[in-house]
């Protein structure tokens, strides 16, 4: 114990060597020393007081230590933290390493620790940026995602906080992100632009069809119909084959209509034809009917392949149907009417066949459909005609030939008449006019010729005869060319007879002298005073034809309307004429003589009326 508290004098009097007692703990060091030796105190006890002292002061000098270690060791590993978050963050945002690298001249870690902390703020701040932009970019591609894919897309925090642990926040990972939604939003478009497209046709088939688009597209997906934004559009490969397949079916249902109603047009056309129908009555199956001409894809009229309109347009074919019988007497003999009218224009015989009273009786009778005879009567029509278009160039010629004997038959009426030169009103006119029947009549010979050379080539080429009304043409043709000869002939023997009355009356002048010839008598004049119209006898106007008397047939023969009208009364009464040329190397002498006579006779100043006055 003394050696321990000498010890520990001796240290505590080392200890109070040491302490400086210009310091304030020396001078309360100094004091405390002062006061325990007035009060008395032993050195042990000073000793010892000085060395609790001494240990009391080391506690809190060693407090001080450590809680300066553990600030230091906070400081340092605060700052190897954020050092390290630092690498994280550059590593992450993929920034560069030197930019962001402490300058290691700061000996101080706090000022370590505050130039640390902009930068990782910075860098933190920037982390969330990039956060947001990355989320916001995977939210749309998760939201087009859905919609291509057809499942219910949830906007909420998960891909945020499953962006919190990823460690990929470069700019390279932005620009990928950014391409893969340009590429999905491409595609989106495309898909919207082939919805569009699709529903389009729908509406429009759905018009034409008259079906109802809301409830055809609904069918399909319920966005379809909704006029909301094109983001509550559905573009999935579900809606997409479902408007395919719906568009196909439409297609189809279209064509079975357009099939259908085409058939039904065409009855109601035929209908309307046979039912003659006014436009009235038409206009208002006008659209329907313009079907019937129509292809299917230029078919868009709004509800014009409904089944509204169909039903329409079979009612009204039903009720033609049933007009159709009580008319159809009626419609048999108006197209028989036509027949005939055709026939008659083109101078043909219709087929007897069909004859009016006959139709009556089979109808009456109902021994016959009549709309097979109604069909039986429009082929004939049909054939009529083709036949008077093979016949249109003969007929022509034809008509030309009878103009040119009307013609003829005028000029000869005018030569007759006494005051054709005098100078009334009108008369240069019928010289104007009797100078061109001149030249025409001179034509008629070559007229005849070439229209029997075109009948002739036409029954060859067809193997049947020309007939004209019944009779044949040629026949009439090759009669009225040996009445032509026949009459010239007669001409010539007429001016030959006035020839030898002329030297008659010579010789009688020598023998009994000159006397003055009879004054002719007004029963030889032809010409009457219905050949002046105006009355006054100085003017010529067309003349009437002539009066025809009981005892003379041959002027008649002369007049072509009057000989067509003779010879067609005449061929009508012989149906069984041949289809051979007639022969008229029969006709007896005596009869020309007698029609010469006629002819000759009725004519003033003819040599058998001077002959015949010399025998009376």
Known sequence: MGEMAMAGCGMDKAVRASV?????????????????TEIGEREQDKDRMFLELETECMRVYRRKVDSANAERAQLRQSLMAKEAELKALVASIGES?????????????????????????????????????????????????????????????????????D?????????????????????????????????DEVHYLCAVLGLDFAKTVKEVHP????????????????????????ILKLKAEKKTRVLKLQEIVEKLHKLWNLMESTEQDRRHFAKVAAVLESTEEEITSPGILSLETIQATEEEVERLTKQKASRMKELVLKKRLELEDICRNAHMEPDMSTAPEKIIALIDSGLVDTCELLSS???????????????????????????????????????????????????????????????????????????IAKTFAWEDERNVPFLYDGVRLVAILEEQKLRRAQREEDKRRCRDQKKL???????????????????????????????????????????????????????????????SGRYNNYFKENRRLTAAPLNFSTVSKDDSMSSFASISGSEPDSPLLDREETSW
């Open 377 to 451: 009567i429009e082929v004939q029509i049909s054939k009529a005609n083709e036949e008077s278009l093979t016949r249109k160039d003969i007929m022509e010629r034809v008509d030309k030939w009878l103009l040119a004997c009307d013609e003829e038959t005028w000029l000869e009426e005018y030569n007759q008449d006494d005051n054709r030169y005098s100078a009334g009103r009108g008369a240069h006119l019928n010289l104007k006019r009797a100078e061109k029947a001149r030249i025409l009549v001179q034509k008629i010979p070559t007229m005849i010729d070439n229209l």
């Open 223 to 246: 966005s379809l119909h909704e006029t909301n934004s094109e983001n509550s559009t559905n573009i999935s490969d579900s809606t997409l084959e479902g408007l395919t397949q719906t």
């Open 20 to 36: 400086s007692f210009d310091t304030p703990c020396g001078a309360l060091l100094r004091e405390l020393e002062q006061i325990w």
């Open 97 to 165: 390493a030197p930019r962001f690298k402490v300058d290691e001249n700061h000996t101080s870690l706090k000022d370590q620790l505050a130039a640390v902390t902009p930068l990782l703020e910075d860098l933190k701040a920037k982390k969330e940026e990039r956060i947001k932009q990355i989320s916001n970019l995977q939210s749309q591609i998760e939201k087009i995602k859905a919609q291509i894919s057809d499942y219910n897309y949830q906007n909420n925090t998960g891909s945020v906080k499953q962006l919190d642990d």
């Open 501 to 563: 009355r002329s030297l008659l009356l010579k010789e009688k002048e020598l023998i009994f002298g000159s006397k003055p010839s009879p004054k002719k008598t007004s029963s030889f004049n032809r010409r009457t005073s219905n050949h002046h119209p105006n009355g006054n006898g100085a003017g010529f106007m067309t003349p009437v034809p002539r009066r025809i008397s009981a005892g003379s047939a041959t002027p008649e023969l002369l007049t072509p309307r009057s000989y």
């Open 167 to 199: 460690h990929d926040l470069s700019t390279r990972r932005i620009s990928d992100l950014q391409m893969q939604l340009r590429n999905l939003q491409k595609e989106k478009s495309d898909r919207l632009q082939k919805v569009f497209i699709y529903v």
